[in-house]
Nanobody, 124 residues
Framework: QVHLVESGGGLVEAGGSLRLSCAASGRTFSRSAMGWFRQAPGKEREFVAT????????NYADSVKGRFTISRDKAKSTLYLQMNSLNPEDTAVYYC?????????????????WGQGTQVTVSS
């Protein structure tokens, strides 16, 4: 079992930055691949970024590649998403998720545990 709590969302102007955090509890966190997803109003939840269980392998959606960075701190049981050069199209509720496998994955079906989400709003 993994319990996830996101934080760090908010309102930012276009071109700005935010860092999302996801605090995890549960003994399986250290062995789980982790991911960030987002859902904008009226749209389906979409993949943003993923990393494997030790954070050495990462993968990003094309829309955020070069602007977002996923990382994890094993000692703090925390997942991060550094978001730079934000634009209004990044506005969404952002969710962190834990997979039931150690390898990174972009497939939403591979994630078993989800946080409650944090709102990110980018003004133009």
């Amino acid at each position: 079992q993994v319990h996830l709590v996101e934080s760090g969302g908010g309102l930012v102007e276009a071109g700005g930055s935010l860092r999302l955090s996801c605090a995890a509890s549960g003994r399986t966190f250290s062995r789980s691949a982790m991911g960030w997803f987002r859902q904008a109003p009226g749209k389906e939840r979409e993949f943003v970024a993923t990393c494997n269980w030790i954070g050495s392998i990462t993968n990003y959606a094309d829309s955020v590649k070069g602007r977002f960075t996923i990382s994890r701190d094993k000692a703090k049981s925390t997942l991060y998403l550094q978001m730079n050069s934000l634009n209004p199209e990044d506005t969404a509720v952002y969710y962190c998720a834990a997979a039931s496998q150690p390898g990174s994955t972009i497939a939403i079906r591979d994630y078993d545990y989800w946080g409650q989400g944090t709102q990110v709003t980018v003004s133009s």
